[in-house]
């Protein structure tokens, strides 16, 4: 039996949520993908049988996708905006302003 591997993973705690673990496994199980490892609540490890990928381009879903939960520009958006927020707080508090 030939597998293929993959890890999905998110800049947030995604998977500290069962729900939102068992929702992503859900989707991927369509697709043959089930989980070997949680590495922990960012990250985890799925494997197919190759010969699932006959069937990919039926899917509602991207077979290989690696990221769920909020992008990566959203999650360094906010806090960017929050470090200049509290950046320009600290010297409004201060007096420098």
């Known amino acids: 039996m030939d597998l293929e591997y993959?890890?999905?993973q998110s800049t947030v705690p995604y998977f500290a949520k069962p729900a939102n673990l068992k929702q992503?496994?859900?989707e991927e199980s369509q697709a043959g993908w089930q989980l070997v490892e949680k590495f922990d609540n960012f990250?985890?490890?799925l494997q197919r049988e190759i010969s699932n990928r006959d069937?990919?381009?039926t899917r509602q879903i991207?077979?290989?996708r690696c990221h769920v939960g909020p992008s990566?520009?959203?999650t360094y958006s906010v806090t960017a905006v929050l470090t200049i927020a509290v950046?320009?707080?600290i010297?409004?508090?201060v007096g420098a302003i």
């Open 62 to 64: 991207d077979p290989y």
């Open 55 to 57: 069937s990919d381009h």
């Open 72 to 74: 990566n520009v959203v």
């Open 91 to 93: 010297f409004v508090a």
């Open 87 to 89: 950046v320009l707080g």
């Open 43 to 45: 990250k985890i490890r």
């Open 6 to 8: 993959k890890v999905i």
């Open 24 to 26: 992503t496994l859900h």
